[in-house]
């Protein structure tokens, strides 16, 4: 017999012995069983894990997965340099979260920010419970969004920054742009709680808040030598489309996941995940091919990449047709904003973070009030309204980041000097220049 089943059972015979009790002894059973089938009901096994499984996927999404896609993706001098940046960002965020992040993120605290009454998740045991699963569990899959989202931002200034300023700027970035931005969408805080805006599982404060720091970060750091005059190619596409592939697989734990549940919903985000990432893998390709005449394999793995990032604030608010009309969306923005917006302005975002993340995020986010689906629709508003409040979260979302991105890297600059590598080290290769060894010998 299912073991769900059996202990289901076993609940209700127990409650049905109190209920007898009552006559015998005069006790209050209905209260007691009330309380016994709340707390039946509190920690769900199947749910517990799925969401350790989730975690670990989203942490695969960036060892090896993110690391994989961004190193394939530059020049092989570098490409050490970029393995590091995300593996210490595992490292760094995973400590930090636990010292301080999730306190500041999911503490009571304001509309803004949490408190510190959880630092070094103080007050949690293994007793303690959200929703229907151990709190413990809550915070590690949390955490595991705090790793990958400062590591989203390095592939904007990729082959420039130097790993120390690149160490204290995703330190800083984290406590003033990711946390209050938790906090606002998922902890109870403004975004979420007071405006209203739906963020299923990151749009705003995973892609839009990485995206757009990323972009004004390279902006920041300037141009990489030679760019726009030599050539930069991937150095390994078969690297890129694996970490792709990763990235790909792991969405669907970073999206339905973000239920923290395995139920209809859930089912629903993993659906809607799918259906997106392959009609912008679909459609990127069309699209490219009758721009370029050439269909490639870059191409394709940017535009599945760019179809993840757009469903993952609606993954559980759209019916699959939607998901069908923002994958769609997301080939035809994404790539205008890598192919012809980063032309035209000429800024140097090295692997197209911003267009990917920061676009895609943004039209995800947007969409979500575009394709919302009847059974989603918060009670008491029209669709206008909800776009409305998705637009106002993706205006803030967007200042918030670059303002508060430019404040940081103007601090760290007057402290810590240039924060990019010299020109000799440049051209030399980072990894080299910042960590003495080569990938390639």
């Known amino acids: 017999m299912n073991i769900g089943i059996r202990n289901s059972l076993g609940a ?33 096994t199947g749910d517990t894990a799925w969401i350790l499984t989730c975690s670990a996927l989203v942490l695969m999404m960036t060892l090896p997965g993110l690391a994989l896609f961004y190193g394939g993706l530059v020049r092989s001098k570098n490409v050490l340099s970029i393995l590091m940046q995300c593996l210490i960002s595992a490292g760094l965020m995973g400590v930090l979260w636990i010292v301080a992040g999730y306190s500041l993120a999911f503490g009571e605290g304001n509309q803004f920010i949490g408190d510190t009454s959880m630092l070094l998740l103080s007050g949690i045991t293994p007793d303690s419970v959200s929703g229907t699963i151990p709190t413990y569990v809550f915070v590690m899959f949390q955490g595991m969004f705090a790793i990958i989202t400062p590591a989203l931002m390095l592939g904007a200034f990729a082959e420039r920054m130097r790993f120390g300023p690149y160490m204290v700027f995703i330190t800083i970035w984290l406590f003033l742009v990711y946390v209050p931005l938790a906090h606002m969408v998922w902890g109870g805080g403004w975004i979420g709680a007071d405006l209203g805006a739906l963020d299923f599982a990151g749009g705003l404060v995973v892609h839009m808040s990485s995206g757009f720091s990323a972009l004004v970060a390279a902006i920041f750091l300037g141009k990489r030598k030679g760019f726009g005059v030599q050539p930069m190619p991937p ?35 993993f659906l809607t995940t799918n259906t997106a990432a392959a009609t912008a893998t679909l459609f990127w390709v069309l699209i490219e091919w009758g721009h370029r005449g050439k269909a490639t394999v870059l191409g394709a793995a ?14 559980a608010f759209v019916a699959p047709g ?25 800024y140097d975002d090295s692997l197209d973070v911003f267009g990917v993340h920061g676009v895609g995020g943004a039209w995800g986010a947007i969409a979500t009030g575009l394709f919302i689906a009847d059974f989603a629709m918060p009670e008491g508003l029209s669709r206008g309204d909800q776009i409305l409040k998705q637009l106002t979260s993706v205006g803030f979302t967007a200042v918030f980041a670059c303002v508060m991105t430019i404040v940081i890297l103007m601090v760290l600059r007057a402290v810590m000097g240039d924060l990019r590598v010299d020109e000799e080290a440049e051209s030399m290769g980072l990894d080299q220049a910042e960590h003495s060894e080569s990938a390639y010998t």
């Not at 940017?302 to 993954?315: F, S, W, Y």
């Not at 939607?322 to 969306?329: E, N, R, V």
């Not at 080939?331 to 302005?345: Q, R």
Request: net charge negative; with cysteine.
């Open 322 to 346: 939607g998901a069908l009309l923002i994958g769609f969306g997301a080939a035809v923005i994404c790539y205008g904003a890598v192919t012809i917006m980063k032309p035209m302005l000429g």
């Open 12 to 44: 209700l015979a127990f409650v049905a012995m109190l209920l007898l009790s009552q006559a015998a002894f005069g006790q209050d059973a209905e209260v007691v069983a009330e309380v016994v089938i709340e707390e039946v009901e509190t920690i769900d």
């Open 302 to 315: 940017t535009g599945a990449v760019a179809g993840l990032v757009a469903i993952t604030p609606a993954c």
């Open 235 to 269: 150095h390994s596409v078969p690297l890129t489309v694996i970490g792709a592939a990763l990235l790909w697989v792991g969405w669907f734990g970073f999206n339905a996941g973000s239920q923290l549940a395995a139920d209809g919903t859930a089912g629903l985000a």
